[in-house]
């Protein structure tokens, strides 16, 4: 497959599909995290074809939920245990998706929450004048070195990764580089 000749909305999924099975532990992505992240996306067509085809889509969304969970216990029954994982939320997060994902992670696995543009200003379109005055600047605070190493942070947007480029390159030949798709940062 060209992942290079999906569609920019379809290559999104293909990541969020990723991040969805990462974040609950599961090995590979199955057609549930595929399913769940399409009908996760706010401008994306699959949750309105389905709508109007029938699909009660909230109702399913539930069910993928719980197939994925049911995902979550077979890899616990394989001694896989999630409470030993860092789970780090941090793509596009704002108050109400934290406490969203808090409440469906607590007590199932260590979770932690990066600090990004969309929880420290969720302003846009406020205001009274109809300005951008109120939008967000991109100002977001990453680690650079960690007891005199340097720090990396890799993304699956190549655009967001920091780093020294020989460091990001070493830990992309560690880590792989699947499911990348550069796009721009927008803020």
């Known amino acids: 497959m ?10 999104q ?11 609950n532990d599961n090995g590979f992505i199955e057609p549930q995290h595929l399913l769940a992240a399409l009908l996760a996306q706010e401008d994306g067509g699959t949750a309105s074809i389905l709508a109007r085809a029938g699909v009660q889509v909230p ?7 719980q197939s ?5 216990k077979a890899a616990e029954k394989k001694g896989r245990n999630p409470k030993d ?3 780090v939320f941090s ?19 260590r979770l932690s929450f990066g600090w990004g543009t969309n929880l420290t200003n969720d ?16 100002l977001v605070c990453k680690v ?26 070493r830990y992309l030949r560690v880590f792989g580089d699947a499911g990348r798709v550069r796009k721009p940062v927008l803020v």
Do not use: W
């Not at 060209?2 to 290559?11: A, G, V």
């Open 144 to 169: 650079s070195s960690v007891d005199g190493h340097p720090a990396v942070k890799l993304s699956d947007n190549p655009e967001k990764a920091t780093g020294m480029p020989s460091e990001i390159e």
């Open 85 to 87: 994982k860092l789970l």
């Open 13 to 23: 999924a293909l990541a969020d599909a990723q991040s969805l099975a990462i974040g």
């Open 123 to 138: 302003f846009v379109g406020c205001a009274p004048d109809g300005s951008f005055n109120l939008d967000p600047i991109s």
């Open 2 to 11: 060209r992942f290079d000749k999906l569609t920019t909305k379809f290559q």
């Open 91 to 109: 793509d596009a997060m704002d108050v109400g998706s934290i406490e969203e994902t808090y409440h469906h992670f607590s007590g199932r696995s």
């Open 59 to 65: 109702r399913a969304q539930q069910a993928l939920k």
């Open 68 to 72: 994925i969970e049911r995902l979550h």
